[in-house]
């Protein structure tokens, strides 16, 4: 697999960066098309003026070549207890086996010091997720499977996400679990905490969840024949979609993107 990964880094690197004078005169040009505004352009954005942006000299397509895959975010959304963290886990070390580079962005962990001052209120919860949604952004442009999981309860908020990232960038996964399910499980007791009334605003019991209206994937508890799922069995069929569409660099199959894929 390293020896694989070399030759592919070599050949990417033979291909695109050797040739100094191409580099130098017409790929700065042709460049720009893989940065997010146009070239010399001044902005003034939020409280900032005078804001340029600065072009790289490394593609995407250069760096996804490297990397052999294809940048993307998963974006896992579903109640507390729902199984976003075990399956992103689950799903990420499966795609290390297979020499993926992946990035994971758990909520609780976040929450430790990206967002630490942040808490659950409406505001604050779309403050996360929009921070969120930037870090994955870049992650994704950089050719890295970028695995998000947080409740991220508000569908704008999710919608706001998606928004700012290219056509097949964003691909939202809902944890479809029942919460009488997730409350069974209440492996934090969290629950059990927000049902006496010691947490407020609690996800599913005094604050809303708003479900996907139409997710690239769905993940029940059951599957089809109506057996439960476990992690692994998730994160295969999760394997799978990407694998047919492309993101692992291997060919895209005939599968329609109109339809959420279930597991
Ligand atoms: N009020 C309230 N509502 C929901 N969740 C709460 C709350 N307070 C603390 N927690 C714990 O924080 C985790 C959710 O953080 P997120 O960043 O994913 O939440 S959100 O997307 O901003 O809604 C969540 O983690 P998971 O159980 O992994 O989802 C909880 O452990
Ligand atoms: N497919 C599954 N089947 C059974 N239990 C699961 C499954 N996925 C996760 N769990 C369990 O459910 C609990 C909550 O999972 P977790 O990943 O922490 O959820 P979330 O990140 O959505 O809060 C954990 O105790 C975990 O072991």
Known sequence: MLANAARRLGQTL???LLPMEALAVGALQQQ?????????AV???GKATNIKFHDGMVPRETKEQLLGQKGVVLWFTGLSGSGKSTVACTLEHALAARGKMTVLLDGDNVRHGLNKNLGFSAEDREENIRRIGEVSKLFAESGVITLTSFISPYRKDRESVRARMAPGDFLECYMRIPIEVCEQRDP?????AARAGKIKNFTGIDDPYEEPLSPELVVDAKDEAGNMQSAEDMAATIMQYLEARGYLGAPAAEASDSEAATA
Request: zero cysteines; aromatic letters at 10%.
């Open 32 to 40: 720009a098309a893989v940065t997010s505004g146009p070239a010399g």
């Open 43 to 45: 902005y003034n954005v």
């Open 188 to 192: 934090k007791g969290l629950y059990k």
């Open 14 to 16: 033979t291909r695109s």
